[in-house]
T-cell receptor, first 112, second 113 residues
Framework: ETGVTQSPTHLIKTRGQQVTLRCSSQSGHNTVSWYQQALGQGPQFIFQYYREEENGRGNFPPRFSGLQFPNYSSELNVNALELDDSALYLC???????????FGSGTQLSVL | KQEVTQIPAALSVPEGENLVLNCSFTDSAIYNLQWFRQDPGKGLTSLLLIQSSQREQTSGRLNASLDKSSGRSTLYIAASQPGDSATYLCAVAYTSGTYKYIFGTGTRLKVLA
């Protein structure tokens, strides 16, 4: 059973740029959620995808967008990066109905 | 507003001590509650999941309890070890189609050898 993998592990961007983060779900899981974790804080829910459709969104602006692919892998895209977007971005997969989350190690994004 | 609070923010204990971490939530209509462990700069590992109909769950030296009426959960760690040093996060999923989790800010635990 493979775990949740995220790439890249670290990323440095400048303000105004765009970024794409990738996540490969755990085998057999059909739901993927993305979270943003600022330093010293708990993760905050960005959105969730189920069967390639957005299935709920947190309090994040539209410049945060996502995709889920038929193989259940996922992307998080952030446009027009701001300094406050600097954070650890976590992907979590689950099987809908159980909701036990399995997290990847995250992508540390720094916006300069 | 649905909020999750964890107390204390940090805790330092000698090896072998039993300890309790606390989590409180403002809205009792939860779907489930999970306790996670996070090592520095890493992702989260699910430790225990309690469904809203359950009162407690146990795994090894860990025991988590849930009291929906009072909006509280506790994570009990028996015979703590230096390897238990990490940040422990409580997360609550509310009854909705999305089951998005609301996290507390965590308790940073250090177990001294």
């Amino acid at each position: 059973e493979t775990g949740v993998t995220q790439s890249p592990t670290h990323l440095i961007k400048t303000r105004g740029q765009q970024v794409t983060l990738r996540c490969s779900s755990q085998s057999g899981h059909n739901t993927v959620s993305w979270y943003q974790q600022a330093l010293g804080q708990g993760p905050q829910f960005i959105f969730q995808y189920y069967r390639e459709e957005e299935n709920g969104r947190g309090n994040f602006p539209p410049r945060f967008s996502g995709l889920q692919f038929p193989n259940y892998s996922s992307e998080l895209n952030v446009n027009a990066l701001e300094l406050d977007d600097s954070a650890l971005y976590l992907c979590a997969s689950s099987f809908k109905g159980t909701e036990k989350l399995f997290f990847g190690s995250g992508t540390q994004l720094s916006v300069l | 507003k649905q909020e999750v609070t964890q107390i204390p923010a940090a805790l330092s204990v000698p090896e072998g001590e039993n300890l309790v971490l606390n989590c409180s939530f403002t809205d009792s209509a939860i779907y489930n509650l999970q306790w996670f462990r996070q090592d520095p700069g890493k992702g989260l590992t699910s430790l225990l999941l309690i469904q809203s109909s359950q009162r407690e769950q146990t795994s090894g030296r860990l025991n988590a309890s849930l009291d929906k009426s009072s909006g509280r959960s506790t994570l009990y760690i028996a015979a703590s070890q230096p390897g238990d040093s990490a940040t422990y996060l409580c997360a609550v999923a509310y009854t909705s189609g999305t089951y998005k989790y609301i996290f507390g800010t965590g308790t940073r635990l250090k177990v001294l050898a």
